[in-house]
């Protein structure tokens, strides 16, 4: 199992995209939370199998049709082993 840190910033607060994301991450069987960032970003943590995290990640790129992903960094971190994946406020 790998886990994912992304920072996605661009136009990606205030047009669904953090549901987007999760409905997606759970479609892939990800695990983990996504959340909106104070500086307008969204941070996402994500665990999976490479295959999964890598479908993830492209999706993540320019999945939601309304957004505009400027920039997306990934680190590689712990596995914390999240028991599902979910939105947070």
Do not use: D
Not at 2 to 13: D, F, M, P
Not at 52 to 66: I, Q, S, T
């Amino acid at each position: 199992m790998k886990h994912y840190n992304i920072n996605i910033s661009g136009r990606v607060q205030g047009i669904g995209y953090r549901n987007s994301v999760k409905h997606q991450a759970r479609y892939l069987g990800i695990k983990g939370f996504v959340k909106n960032q104070p500086e307008g970003s969204v941070y996402i943590e994500a665990e999976g199998n490479s295959i999964a995290l890598a479908e993830f990640v492209k999706w993540c790129k320019n999945g939601h049709p309304v957004a505009s992903v400027e920039e997306i960094s990934i680190t590689e971190g712990e596995a914390i082993y999240y028991p599902s994946f979910e939105a947070r406020y």
